[in-house]
């Protein structure tokens, strides 16, 4: 489930679910009567929520030390209500290399819309007559789009030397 799947289908009766989140900033508060809490902001390529860690949370201790940008995954019963989203009985775990890995290439609508979009500016660069102008997007493309361990750095010839 996504953080947007999860805005959209939550109300005040619980639901059971989980998802992945990037916590984004962790603020420390205290309650009117001086209880320490934390304010979680997560995020997910569809949408932000904010949601309070209370003292008495089995994992309390631990998301006090968590690092922002951490990339979890939430496990419980949520509602939501005019304050926000909250949690019952939930639970949170750190994604493995894999999960992380599939949570950064975003959920599986926007994924295939990227290569989709890839796949097109591939076939226009391929099209591209001008022999100066192919060389110069060709160049971009290796060095600026592909990841790092395709990337194939070229040096410029005597003539491109000369002019720069």
Request: hydrophobic share 35%; aromatic share 10%; glycine share 6%.
């Amino acid at each position: 489930m996504s953080i947007s799947e999860l805005l959209a289908t939550t109300n005040e009766t619980l639901l059971e679910g989980s998802f992945f989140a990037q916590v984004q900033k962790s603020t420390e508060k205290e309650t009117k009567s001086g209880k320490p809490y934390l304010e979680w902001d997560l995020a997910d390529a569809t949408g932000l929520i904010t949601l309070k860690i209370w003292n008495n949370h089995p994992q309390f201790h631990s998301a006090a030390e968590t690092a922002p940008e951490t990339l979890f995954q939430f496990s419980g019963q949520w509602t939501q209500n005019k304050y926000g989203v909250d949690g019952k009985g939930w639970k949170f775990r750190v994604l493995t290399s894999e999960e992380k890995s599939e949570f950064l290439a975003g959920d599986p609508t926007t994924r295939e819309k990227q290569n989709s979009d890839w796949a097109d500016v591939i076939a226009f660069l391929s099209q591209i007559g001008d022999p100066r102008l192919k060389a110069l997007c060709n160049n971009l493309r290796v060095r600026g789009v592909l990841p790092a361990h395709r990337r194939r750095v070229e040096k410029p010839s005597r003539k491109a030397r000369r002019i720069s």
